[in-house]
């Protein structure tokens, strides 16, 4: 009999697409600590695919997450790893 019932599950195919998931939900969200100086703890992103402006097309957004100041940076597409890093450096 256990053989019928799983040859019948693995050849249903409402039964294949209503598999349960075998994994555990991931844990709730944890924050992040609270940074004990300015410039410690940095968030960085990416806006792209905006429209051409000067020659520039990506802004790079740097914030500090104690003080929350902003410093935005202009790109040129295309760019890359090092030259993010240089101008990273230069305007940070």
Not at 19 to 31: F, I, V
Not at 33 to 43: G, Q, V
Not at 44 to 52: A, Q
Request: proline share 7%; with cysteine; aromatic share 10%.
């Amino acid at each position: 009999m256990q053989r019928s019932v799983r040859d019948f599950v693995r050849s249903c195919d409402v039964c294949q697409r209503q598999k349960y998931a075998a994994t555990t939900p991931g844990g709730l969200l944890q924050p992040l600590p609270i940074p004990n100086a300015i410039w410690e703890d940095l968030s960085l992103d990416f806006i792209t695919g905006l429209p051409r402006s000067r020659g520039y097309d990506a802004v790079l957004v740097v914030v500090d997450r104690l003080s929350k100041y902003s410093h935005f940076i202009l790109l040129k597409h295309p760019y890359t790893a090092k030259s993010i890093a240089e101008l990273f450096v230069k305007e940070v």
